[in-house]
Nanobody, 115 residues
Framework: QVQLVESGGGLVQPGGSLRLSCVAS????????MGWYRQAPGKERELVAR??????????DCADSVKGRFTISTDNAKNTVYLQMNSLKPEETAIYYC??????WGRGTQVTVSS
């Protein structure tokens, strides 16, 4: 089972940006789908963005609430998936998790959007 380690979270003001990273313990070219999820206190975990068919150029999709602001991308040479988050809102404060093939999860990275 692939191991995933997230980083890049932190405290940011509303309207600010962060870039999250997720490093996999194996080549992400061997992984069919990788995604970013988030879970706010008292809420269920939800999909933020995902990328599929990484070896074939990748097909991405994301939640309607983040379209135009968040971008998922990969660096295959570094076995890393990124989540660029712009124009962050306070309600997006959550723990952000990386997932591989719907099975493997990282421990998450905290994102706090507050002034």
């Amino acid at each position: 089972q692939v191991q995933l380690v997230e980083s890049g979270g932190g405290l940011v003001q509303p309207g600010g940006s962060l870039r999250l990273s997720c490093v996999a313990s194996q080549s992400i070219s061997s992984i069919y789908v990788m995604g970013w999820y988030r879970q706010a206190p008292g809420k269920e975990r939800e999909l933020v963005a995902r990328i599929t068919r990484i070896t074939r150029g990748g097909s991405t999709d994301c939640a309607d609430s983040v379209k135009g602001r968040f971008t998922i991308s990969t660096d295959n040479a570094k076995n890393t998936v990124y989540l660029q988050m712009n124009s962050l809102k306070p309600e997006e404060t959550a723990i952000y998790y990386c997932n591989a093939n719907g099975v493997s999860w990282g421990r998450g990275t905290q994102v706090t959007v507050s002034s």
